[in-house]
């Protein structure tokens, strides 16, 4: 690896102020018993927030001859949070719901597991926030039971938003930790390979939206 070349640090420069902002472009990938695999992504409308949360990496302190000998650190955990104004009906068994006749949704029903897609825009003080954007993948997710609240309308109505706690088991990716989360930087991504990702989890008019594996994934993204 060649030397780095020596340069004062330089704050703030121009193009180099950075930040995240919004989520868009949202697609539920149900998983499919019958094929094993995450196949018939659907559009997710009036998604308002989803929250990214790591959990575990906790350390565990180890002492010897009076001192702190080592540190162990617990397997980390990836979930998120999910709010949104509705759900597409393809969510319904992810969220334990059974329609048991036409119009008729029986609760508590055993959950499916899915597959998650969506974008965070990237911004600098150049093109605001035309920059660019962060493609987030999540697999092997389950939801927790939603609270939902019905309040009165009043002279300052507002629109229900639902939420879940979502949970992920993440899956085995050879010479890696186990993966469930993964975030491509379209800056910094190749664009054809990008667009060849984007055709695959948004569908195309030959053939319709998937969710690779994480290994599929990783080798589309590499390479010159």
């Known amino acids: 690896m ?50 990214n949360k790591a959990s ?13 000998y080592l540190s162990l650190y617990s397997a980390e955990e990836f979930g998120v949070t999910v709010e949104a104004f509705s759900s597409p009906e393809e969510f319904d068994a992810c969220d334990g719901t059974l329609e048991a006749a036409p119009g008729v949704k029986v609760a508590g029903q055993s959950r499916s597991k899915f597959g998650l897609c969506y974008r ?24 927790q039971p939603a ?7 009043n002279e300052n109505p507002d629109a229900q938003t639902l939420s879940w706690e979502i949970t992920t088991t993440p899956l085995v990716v050879e010479g890696m930790k186990p993966i469930a989360h993964i975030a491509i930087d379209s800056t ?31 080798d589309m993204m590499k390479g010159a």
């Open 2 to 51: 060649p030397a780095a070349t020596a340069k004062r640090l330089v704050w703030d420069e121009e193009g180099a102020r950075l930040f995240e902002t919004g989520v868009d472009h949202v697609v539920l990938y149900p998983y499919q018993l019958s094929t094993k695999d995450y196949s018939l992504g659907v559009a997710w409308n009036g998604v308002t927030k989803i929250s």
């Open 120 to 143: 965070t825009l990237i911004g600098n003080d150049v093109k605001n926030q035309d920059y660019g954007y962060k493609l987030h993948l999540v697999w092997n997710a389950m939801a």
């Open 188 to 218: 910094k991504a190749k664009p054809e390979k990008l667009k060849a990702l984007e055709d695959l989890l948004y569908g195309t008019s030959a053939k319709a939206a998937n969710l690779p594996t994480p290994k599929e994934v990783i």
């Open 147 to 153: 609270q939902r609240d019905y309040s009165t309308i």
């Open 56 to 68: 575990g990496a906790q350390e565990q302190k180890k002492y010897a001859d009076n001192i702190k």
